[in-house]
Each structure stands twice: as structure tokens, then as C-alpha cells.
């Protein structure tokens, strides 16, 4: 994923993350248990992936990163080259290969080059790759009917990417103008205008 921007939004390096899909069936780490996924499946598989990039970094809070033309080649990274990695505290060099399910490194090894013939520099070698980071959004939705009110709790107005309906500031933002307008409705006893998407 990507490396880290402070407060300024001024560091040395630009940065980006590379997302891959995960389905609920991918939870399922037990690929012979039978039966549905448990809501809850979703953490424990990000969990597992965070203590895992927790044991590669070190255990120091440290992140595990690789180069990308090693990550590419499937070689093990030793030493820095000309880009200096923004995450702090630090990043430990080795091997990704380990950090995320096969399907997943797999797909960041495919993406790397075809990022790059759009993007001039995207995968040049030395580029760091930090991870990993497990989430783009809530792993888990509290669901909401169309007055956009929670099905469990009746006034309970849930927003936002915390609650499962965004994945990032713009989509958050969004989302609570969305709801703010439908709990102002409720409130002033109005119909809800929702324009469909």
C-alpha cells in the first residue's frame, strides 16, 4: 500500500495505495468449513493479515516493506535505494510474499507494471512498497433503511465510513450530508426527497 503522508501533505515522496478485492468468501481462512460467514469474518481476516505485517515489521510497529523491482521479481529486499521510505517509525526491508494472501500479492505483482505504463516512474525499482493496510473501509455495515435510520435501533442515524457506507473523506461527507437531510425530514415530519442512485 502506500507510505505515509504527515500533516502537511509535504514529504519527500508522492504516495499511493494499491487496493485488491476481498469477498466475504475469502474470510474463510478454514477453506473446508462449511457453512455461511459470520459477519464478524471480515475482522478476523483483517486481524490475521495485521499481526502478520506486525511479525514482519519486527514487532516494533515498524512496517515490512520491499522494493518494488525485488517485489516484482519475487526476491527479497536488503537495502534501500535512492527513495527514502516516509512511514514512521520506520521499514523494516524483506519480503512481502508473506504479508497478504497469494491472490492478493499476485494482483499487486500484475498491477505494478501496468500502473507504470500509465503513470511514468509508478513501479520504478527502488519505490518502497509499505504495508500492509488491511482496510479502505468498514469491514462491517450497520444497516439502515431507505429514512436511512438503523434497522435495530429506530433513531439511530448511522453515517459515514465507520458505519460501513463510505470509503474515504469524500464518500463520508457525502453520506452524512445524506443523512443529516433525512434526520432533518424526520424531525420536521417531512417526506424524504432521495434521489436514486
Known sequence: TNGMSQYSRNERNANAGIVVGVSPQDYQLDKNA?????????????????????????????????????????????VLGKVEPSYKPGVLLGDLKTSLPDYAIAAVRE??????????????????????????????????????????????????????YAGGIMSAGVD????????GAQMLGLALQRAER
Open 176 to 183: 452524512g450530508i445524506e443523512v443529516a437531510e433525512a434526520l
Open 34 to 78: 462449511e457453512g455461511p460467514v459470520n459477519p464478524l469474518d471480515g475482522m478476523a481476516f483483517q486481524r490475521v493479515w495485521e499481526s502478520r505485517a506486525f511479525e514482519l515489521g519486527g514487532g516494533d510497529y515498524s512496517a515490512p516493506g520491499q522494493l518494488v523491482g525485488d517485489f516484482i521479481k519475487g526476491q527479497r529486499s536488503t
Open 111 to 164: 498491477a505494478l507494471p501496468a500502473f507504470e505504463r500509465q503513470i511514468k516512474g509508478f513501479s520504478m525499482h527502488d519505490a518502497v512498497l509499505t504495508g500492509v493496510e488491511t482496510r479502505t473501509s468498514s469491514p462491517l455495515r450497520i444497516t439502515r433503511g431507505k429514512d436511512f435510520q438503523s434497522l435495530n435501533v429506530k433513531g439511530l442515524y448511522p453515517a459515514g465510513e465507520g458505519a460501513g
